[in-house]
């Protein structure tokens, strides 16, 4: 019976942390951060190959780490499947030999069956007796989960097990690890700063920064609903800007900048008058076809200040006339052309409303 | 006993003591973080530049009945070590310690520790670690430790006349025959035993390169 990861992690030295999340069976938690935010150190703690000043891990009712209670499990009890960065196969050993060393109390025959059925479910059949040096990085991300999986662990960790690869092995491997994990009920964790990653393959995702977990939740509630502007900030919104809430209705909120323009909103939480941070994603954004008719709600005008083609799309920086901001969105290259779209040149922009998000001013 | 038969028998103790030991030595060199490894490299390693003469001295005064070592030395085997095989196999075990180590810690400090980590987390204990990953892949240094060490043995010299002096079957090595035999004029004999001397040290040069990764 698979149970939940719960763990709760706090250190001052070398580098502090304060980390506390919950992972369910079945659930893929991705932990999204900043390089040298304390993510690996949070899965090195987990697996008990780091020792924090205070943790407590916990999988189901088992306790494998308890600074209060002196319980301290080694990464061998601890029944963990880890696939490291680089994947860390053992460079001496066959294939086979990789994932059978990780089978443990059956005899011989027994290990080896069972080792080639984690290779075929990682299509790595018909390369069993290559060495590691002899696989592309794929393969041996592939021999990596294998031997993960072959510990029949109770938590499976993976840490940034995509970044060695290239793109096309890389959505090659999304998608065998998205099949694969249909039949994988333990908690799994995986560690990276790939946004585009964590939504295609996680359920939830846990924002951890200079050694904090920020926030923890479904990965599109956590995405398009930050707790705060830092989290925002975290999680690549560009278009913040500040407001006021002016008056509040029971499926819509009205929203007021600095310079007077009001936006709305969806209904949000926070009290009327209350300072708010506006985040308005990209993908919202889109140009007046009318420019000539006068400002409306959700209207905004400013210049272009920068426009730089990437593919099929111009990347705009548009610099608000009436805030000191600036709002960051692309469009399609054509449209672009056909609007003349340079440096330089006034543009009107409308903002749809359903997908604005209010967040607390004073928790920058 | 021949000069040929007392070094080899020299070489084969000290190596076989110092096979063991240069292991947990340079193992725990390698992995160790604690503040005071230089201080320890540095002591392990100072028989590389210290004169043998220095080490033959010191290793005197050590076995002399007056010091404590040396009154227990005579306790246990029931005489001084100076003069002695047993007391040319301790010489030769300090003078060779680098010799022994340096390659195991190196050895030891190429292996990855995520690989280490892996192996620990895929369930394997710390004995069955070593025996299924950090032996396969460290044996090349353990080859060069113990290809070095008998090697040296063979050519001591300066250590092995102050500590075991030139006794015929017992303390005379065939460094020391080329030395008696350059002293007698006896050159064939002494070229005879250079040229062997030679010939075993390039071959342990030979197995010591080859049993670098990178060749």
Not at chain 1, 195 to 210: F, G, K, N
Not at chain 1, 258 to 268: L, V
Not at chain 1, 284 to 293: K, L, Q, W
Not at chain 1, 313 to 319: D, G, K, M, N, Q
Request: charged share 20%.
């Amino acid at each position: 019976m698979s149970s939940a990861l719960t763990v709760c992690i706090e250190q001052s030295s070398p580098i502090k942390l304060d980390v506390r999340l919950s992972c369910k069976p079945g659930e893929l938690l991705a932990l999204v951060g900043p390089s040298g935010s304390g993510k690996s150190t949070v899965l090195r703690t987990i697996a008990g190959l780091h020792q924090p000043g205070a943790a407590r891990v916990a999988c189901g009712s088992s306790l494998w780490q308890d600074s209060q209670s002196d319980i301290n499990l080694s990464p061998q009890q601890r029944r963990v499947g880890m696939v490291f960065q680089h994947y860390a196969l053992f460079p001496h050993k066959s294939v086979l030999e990789n994932v059978m060393l990780a089978i443990h109390d059956r005899p011989r025959g027994e290990r080896r069956q069972q080792a080639l059925e984690w290779l075929a479910r990682t299509n790595m059949t018909g390369l069993e007796s290559r060495k590691p040096a002899q696989l592309s990085g794929g393969q041996r991300q592939r021999v990596a989960l294998a031997r993960a999986l072959a510990r029949e662990p109770a938590v499976l960790l993976l840490d940034e097990p995509f970044s060695a690869v290239d793109q096309q092995t890389r959505r090659k491997l999304y998608r065998e690890l998205a099949q694969l994990r249909r039949d994988l009920h333990v908690p799994m964790l995986l560690v990276t700063h790939d946004i585009s990653e964590v939504q295609q393959l996680a359920d939830s995702l846990c924002l951890i920064h200079r050694g904090r977990s920020l926030q923890q939740g479904d990965v599109q509630q956590v995405i398009n609903a930050p707790r705060n502007k830092e989290t925002a900030k975290l999680l690549g919104h560009q278009n913040l800007i500040p407001a006021r809430v002016l008056s509040k209705g029971r499926d819509h909120t009205v929203h007021e900048l600095e310079s007077g323009e009001q936006m709305r909103g969806p209904a949000c939480d926070f009290e009327s008058g209350s300072s708010v941070i506006l985040l308005v994603p990209p993908t919202t954004i889109s140009i007046r076809d009318t420019p000539s008719e006068p400002q409306g709600i959700n209207c905004l005008r400013g210049t272009v200040t920068d426009a730089v083609g990437l593919g099929d799309e111009l990347s705009v920086r548009l610099h608000l006339d009436t805030v000191a901001k600036a709002l960051r969105f692309r469009v399609p290259l054509h449209v672009a052309r056909q609007r003349n779209i340079h440096a330089g040149v006034a543009l009107d922009v409308k903002i749809r409303d359903t997908d604005i998000h209010a967040i607390a001013a004073e928790r920058s | 006993m021949s000069p040929f038969l007392v070094s080899f028998k020299l070489a084969l103790w000290t190596s076989l003591i110092l096979l063991p030991l240069g292991l947990l030595l340079g193992r725990w060199l390698a992995f160790s973080k604690i503040t005071c490894k230089p201080w320890i490299e540095a002591a392990l390693f100072l028989p590389l530049i210290l004169p043998p003469t220095v080490i033959g001295y010191y290793l005197l005064q050590l076995f002399s009945p007056e010091t404590f070592t040396g009154a227990l030395s005579i306790k246990l085997l029931g005489s001084p070590l100076v003069f002695t095989f047993p007391g040319l196999v301790v010489a030769s075990i300090v003078v060779n310690l680098p010799f022994a180590v340096q390659p195991i810690q190196l050895a030891f400090s190429s292996l990855p520790l995520e690989v280490r980590e892996a192996a620990w987390v895929s369930g394997l204990s710390p004995w069955k670690t070593w025996w299924h990953i950090e032996l396969p892949l460290t044996w090349q240094g353990l080859l060069a430790s113990v290809t070095l060490v008998f090697a040296h043995t063979l050519g001591e010299f300066g250590v092995v006349l102050l500590v075991g002096g030139n006794i015929e079957g017992v303390t005379r090595t065939v460094s020391i025959a080329i030395y008696d035999s350059v002293q007698a004029f006896d050159m064939q004999t002494a070229g005879w035993y250079s040229v062997a001397l030679l010939l075993l040290s390039l071959l342990a040069l030979l197995i010591v390169r080859r049993s670098q990764p990178s060749s």
